[in-house]
T-cell receptor, first 113, second 113 residues
Framework: GQQVMQIPQYQHVQEGEDFTTYCNSS?????IQWYKQRPGGHPVFLIQ?????EVKKQKRLTFQFGEAKKNSSLHITATQTTDVGTYFC?????????????FGRGTQLTVWP | EAEVAQSPRYKITEKSQAVAFWCDPI?????LYWYRQILGQGPELLVQ????????DSQLPKDRFSAERLKGVDSTLKIQPAELGDSAMYLC???????????FGPGTRLTVT
């Protein structure tokens, strides 16, 4: 089945620093979604990217979908302690009729005050 | 704001016993998912429903796991008999359409002793 590789696995930053997590696939994707899971919580849907080269912003968060639709990134500008959590990308294969999502292993973000 | 409900939140059971989890999706969401999440990993799909029909159960261990969504609303996931390796978080999610973002419930943390 589909494998979505996500790096880094862990990231520790000081408050105010930027943070980026990357998601890569060996196959072309139909779409990619990003989720945030706080410690002890459940995944929360952030955004979906569908178009090649698409860039979307949510306040300090910038999401990109690669031109070849095989990779994606999430960038947080000037991190805050409220950004702590694990960020997951989840992708659907191109041509999938069921829309099954394959989750990456996530990037666990720690922010020092 | 509408949320996905799950119960129980925590369950401790002995191996070889039966256990059941319940999920009530957001009203109007036709697609319902059951995921298993092991600590440090992303959620892995067990079964996906479209209304009352199973559309993907390829990763469901059918010798011991069963899932139903009889009236196309709430759903039950059952494990019988439970094994030590089943200890994990079981997450339910729903979406208006299988190609849209998913909304997760708080999960049931299962511990098998």
């Amino acid at each position: 089945g589909q494998q979505v590789m996500q790096i880094p696995q862990y990231q520790h930053v000081q408050e105010g620093e930027d943070f980026t997590t990357y998601c890569n696939s060996s196959t072309t994707l139909s779409n990619i979604q990003w989720y945030k899971q706080r410690p002890g919580g459940h995944p929360v849907f952030l955004i979906q990217l569908v178009k090649s080269g698409e860039v979307k912003k949510q306040k300090r968060l910038t999401f990109q979908f690669g031109e070849a639709k095989k990779n994606s990134s999430l960038h947080i500008t000037a991190t805050q302690t409220t950004d702590v959590g694990t960020y997951f990308c989840a992708a659907t294969d191109r041509g999938s009729t069921l829309g099954r999502l394959y989750f990456g292993r996530g990037t666990q973000l720690t922010v020092w005050p | 704001e509408a949320e996905v409900a799950q119960s129980p939140r925590y369950k401790i059971t002995e191996k070889s016993q039966a256990v059941a989890f319940w999920c009530d999706p957001i009203s109007g969401h036709a697609t319902l998912y059951w995921y298993r999440q092991i600590l440090g990993q992303g959620p892995e799909l067990l079964v996906q429903f479209q209304d009352e029909s199973v559309v993907d159960d390829s990763q469901l261990p059918k010798d011991r796991f069963s899932a139903e969504r009889l009236k196309g609303v709430d759903s039950t996931l059952k494990i019988q008999p439970a094994e030590l390796g089943d200890s994990a978080m079981y997450l339910c999610a729903s979406s208006r359409d299988r190609n849209l973002g998913q909304y997760f419930g708080p999960g049931t943390r299962l511990t098998v002793t």
